[in-house]
């Protein structure tokens, strides 16, 4: 059996979570928390094999505390990666808020829960249908749902996935709310041990550069040892340090395996020069395959 802590149960991180696990095998055992905290220190601290963590949306770009948590708080390597359709919908009562012939009535709509995330995914949604309704952010989109199941009668409604509704006993008052069509999410697998219930021709590996502060010009320097080799970088972000203003460390994500021998020879070169390199893991990639 393997165990897997992951964000709430019915939420993206849940279905994403069961997509990528379910069906190869292996018994899986879910953890469930509301924090994300929570969900890295299951695995830190050994009561899970893996953590599922979102990492990078289409929409909103990168998670900035999922990665400060991987890379300031927790050792635990990136053992692979995979991407899944962040579908949002309008959940609640429709016996609640329709009119007589089964059509939305918005008006009756006055307040709208979810993550602040998936919220932000659907802002012109809620601008040209609910205008005049409150927006409140919670710790889920799962713990929205449930909070609207738990007080009927009141209006409310909440953005979050199929499963969560479901579960809760709740419709979808409209489906696929979200502003644009292509949203995806990145997540990562991370834990102590390798992932081997899917192989994967695609591979990457994931570095946290930090630059040597008395050397100029040392990240035109570290892009030209992946340049004239050409390996290729899918991602490169800056974060702060928090260790003086103005300091900043590199993410970069290359599409390639630490097996190969050019990586390891392009990491060599960019330490010569005085930069800490640390290894974030080196892994399966996955794409997105409706089933």
Same mark, same amino acid.
């Given at each position: ?20 696990? =379910? ?21 830190? &601290? ?10 990078? +949306? ?13 890379? @300031? ?15 949002? =919908? ?45 927006? &409140? ?13 738990? +007080?009927?009668? !009141? ?12 579960? =809760? ?44 502060? @008395? ?13 004239? !080799?050409?390996? +290729? ?13 103005? =300091? ?44």
């Amino acid at each position: 059996m393997i165990s897997a802590a992951c964000l709430t149960k019915g939420s993206t991180s849940d279905e994403a979570a069961r997509y990528m696990l =379910n069906g190869r095998g292996v018994d899986i055992r879910y953890e469930y928390h509301r924090m994300i905290a929570d969900v890295f220190l299951s695995t830190a &601290e050994g009561k899970t094999d893996y953590a599922i963590i979102p990492i990078e +949306n289409t929409i909103d770009g990168s998670v900035s505390l999922h990665t400060d948590w991987l890379v @300031d708080e927790v050792n635990l390597p990136i053992q692979a990666e995979w991407v899944y359709p962040s579908i949002q =919908n309008l959940i609640g009562a429709r016996s609640e808020l329709s009119e007589a012939d089964g059509e939305l009535a918005y008006d009756r709509i006055v307040k709208v829960m979810s993550h602040p995330v998936a919220m932000a995914q659907c802002t012109q949604y809620l601008k040209r249908h609910l205008p005049h309704a409150e927006l &409140e952010h919670v710790g889920s989109t799962s713990e929205a749902v449930r909070i609207v199941r738990d +007080n009927p009668g !009141r209006g409310w409604a909440a953005i979050g996935q199929v499963s969560a509704a479901a579960d =809760n006993g709740l419709d979808i008052l409209e489906p696929a709310v979200t502003d644009h069509d292509n949203n995806y999410t990145r997540f990562l697998l991370v834990g102590p041990e390798p992932f081997a219930l899917r192989e994967s021709e695609k591979h990457k590996t994931s570095l946290l550069i930090t630059l040597p502060e @008395d050397y100029p010009g040392a990240l035109h320097q570290v892009l030209s040892a992946f340049s004239w !080799r050409r390996i +290729n970088l899918s991602r490169i972000e800056s974060r702060p340090t928090k260790k003086k203003l103005g =300091n900043y460390y590199f993410l970069i994500d290359i599409e390639m395996s630490m097996d190969s021998v050019l990586l390891p020879s392009a990491i060599a070169e960019i330490e010569a020069i005085g930069c800490q390199v640390r290894v974030l893991g080196s892994y399966p990639s996955f794409t997105y395959e409706a089933r």
